[in-house]
């Protein structure tokens, strides 16, 4: 694929070499950062726009020009407000704000949700943000009472967060998504909450590494289990990816992502050393392409005719950086490397969206879950969310 860079970048020289394109770092890059967070303020206002009051925007469909929205019980709904926190954080931008502060609020009820794991995503990405942005002491609470909510999903038997109710598909399902909630858990314990939320995010991590990984230090997307009888595991198995085993590619970020967090917010080494072992099979693998946007599974059939997922693309990004700050000497450049890669790739016209197009996302190309037919190849708003971090962590500590 031929990558046409954005005209800012154009006009910078100092490029490095890429196979497959180029890779822009140091003050190239943020030069090309300071365009795209231009262009997500106006992008962002014309989604806000586009958006009814009591709704958040769930994906936009170039090929059919559709938007899609959800109410605030989808797992992404406190990804909108996050986005609109970082951008505002930014950009200070006065309609941001009021569009991030009103996001926001819609959000609240949430904080007593208990029917799945995804507390995490949906109000530490939104209060999180919100709340280290502002100080505001209501935020504090808010974040507080969706710590204890996702407490209750804590299943002693199996030394883990449950993260989906039990269904006609599932008895009791861990999916590796789930090392994303623990850093609600153990932020609140860290800052004089609750130290049983940390006690139970901490269980669950060395739970995930026991018994979620392949030998080869991949993650496999579900693990069910029979809450009955000390907690049986019942199988190895998956939901959104290619097969059974496979490695799907968002779920590696989720995983490389979660174990970073853990470490800054334990210091545990397991969980560095854990966060190394997963990047390892991520960078080194060789059906990663050269741009650093993975296909939607590393084991899908097909290789190389199938789809992107510009999404776990801006996990990792984000997942790298941070790991980057906690790693000494080769592999410290090598992480931040891959992240300008990445960085790089989700600038060019291929995935980065021209203003007044892309419903207003930023990024296209990414994959929700696509063995289940839903939201493939559309902007979505994690995608959106995870590459602005992980542009604002770049500019923070280049
Ligand atoms: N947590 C669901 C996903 O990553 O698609």
């Known amino acids: 694929m031929m990558m046409k860079l954005s005209i800012p970048l154009m006009l910078v020289l100092g490029c490095m070499l890429s196979v497959n394109g180029q890779t822009i770092s140091?003050?190239?890059?943020?030069?090309?950062?300071?365009?795209?967070?231009?262009?997500?303020?106006?992008?962002?206002?014309?989604?806000?726009r586009s958006v009814p009051a009591d709704r958040m925007p769930q994906h936009f469909d170039e090929k059919t020009g559709k938007l899609k929205t959800s109410d605030i019980t989808w797992w992404c709904s406190g990804f909108f407000p996050g986005t609109l926190w970082y951008i505002y954080e930014y950009s200070k931008n006065a309609d941001i704000l009021k569009a991030a502060d009103a996001r926001l609020k819609l959000m609240e009820p949430m904080k007593h949700f208990t029917g799945n794991h995804d507390l995490g995503f949906m109000m530490y990405c939104s209060y999180g943000n919100a709340f280290r942005i502002t100080g505001e002491p209501s935020y504090r609470k808010t974040i507080d009472t969706a710590a204890m909510s996702l407490a209750t999903r804590y299943r002693p038997s199996i030394q883990s967060i449950q993260s989906w109710d039990s269904s006609k598909n599932f008895t009791c399902a861990i999916i590796v998504d789930n090392m994303m909630n623990l850093e609600l858990l153990t932020w609140v314990s860290n800052n004089g909450g609750d130290p049983r939320f940390r006690d139970i995010a901490v269980t669950h991590a060395n739970t995930t590494i026991e018994r979620q990984f392949r030998p080869d230090n991949?993650?496999?997307?579900?693990?069910?289990?029979?809450?009955?009888?000390?907690?049986?595991?019942?199988?190895?198995?998956?939901?959104?990816?290619?097969?059974?085993?496979?490695?799907?590619?968002?779920?590696?970020?989720?995983?490389?992502?979660?174990?970073?967090?853990?470490?800054?917010?334990?210091?545990?080494?397991?969980?560095?050393?854990?966060?190394h072992k997963i990047a390892a099979f991520i960078l080194n693998h060789p059906r990663l392409p050269k741009?650093?946007?993975?296909?939607?599974?590393?084991?899908?059939?097909?290789?190389?005719?199938?789809?992107?997922?510009?999404?776990?693309?801006s996990i990792m990004a984000s997942a790298l950086i941070e790991l980057s700050g906690f790693t000494k000497g080769k592999m410290?450049?090598?992480?931040?490397?891959?992240?300008?890669?990445?960085?790089?790739?989700?600038?060019?016209?291929t995935y980065l969206a021209k203003p007044g197009t892309n419903g207003g996302f930023l990024l296209k190309h990414n994959v929700g879950a696509l063995p289940l037919k839903g939201e493939v190849d559309v902007a979505l708003t994690y995608a959106d969310y995870y590459f602005i971090e992980a542009m604002l962590r770049y500019l923070a500590v280049k």
């Open 26 to 48: 140091g003050a190239a890059l943020k030069t090309q950062i300071r365009s795209n967070m231009e262009l997500a303020v106006t992008q962002y206002k014309l989604l806000d």
């Open 332 to 349: 410290k450049d090598k992480y931040m490397r891959t992240a300008e890669t990445i960085l790089t790739t989700l600038s060019s016209e």
């Open 291 to 313: 741009d650093g946007i993975p296909y939607w599974d590393f084991d899908a059939p097909g290789i190389p005719n199938v789809l992107r997922d510009a999404s776990a693309g």
């Open 218 to 275: 991949a993650a496999y997307h579900v693990l069910d289990y029979s809450l009955a009888n000390g907690g049986k595991l019942l199988r190895k198995t998956t939901w959104q990816g290619a097969h059974d085993t496979s490695a799907w590619a968002r779920g590696q970020s989720w995983a490389l992502y979660g174990y970073t967090v853990m470490y800054r917010m334990t210091n545990d080494k397991k969980y560095l050393d854990q966060a």
